[in-house]
């Protein structure tokens, strides 16, 4: 299983399109195969910062959804309301207390 989590920081008013756009596609992301569990966060104390938080099937299946046309329509737009250069970390779990 891998973890995919992506740090986004937006414009400060560009976060309800940001946000808008999420909800619109959060289904067509979760449900894309090898997806098997998506979260959005927001940063406490930053509230134009976001992150997502997703489990796949392995790095295959998340690179098959980076090659998709959903992760390319929703990406290029999401990207164009950024104020900092997103961060990508896949990880995987090693132990659980």
């Keep these: 299983m891998l973890i995919r989590i992506v740090r986004m920081t937006f414009h400060e008013d560009k976060v309800e399109a940001f946000l808008k756009n999420f909800d619109l596609n959060k289904e067509k992301i979760r449900n894309f195969p090898g997806c098997h569990h998506l979260e959005l966060w927001q940063d ?54």
């Design 44 to 97: 406490e104390n930053q509230k134009n910062i976001f992150m997502t938080y997703s489990y796949w099937d392995s790095e295959k299946s998340l690179n098959q959804y980076r090659d998709s046309e959903l992760f390319k329509s929703v990406w290029s737009y999401t990207k164009t309301l950024f104020s900092e250069k997103p961060q990508a970390f896949s990880s995987k779990k090693i132990e659980e207390v």
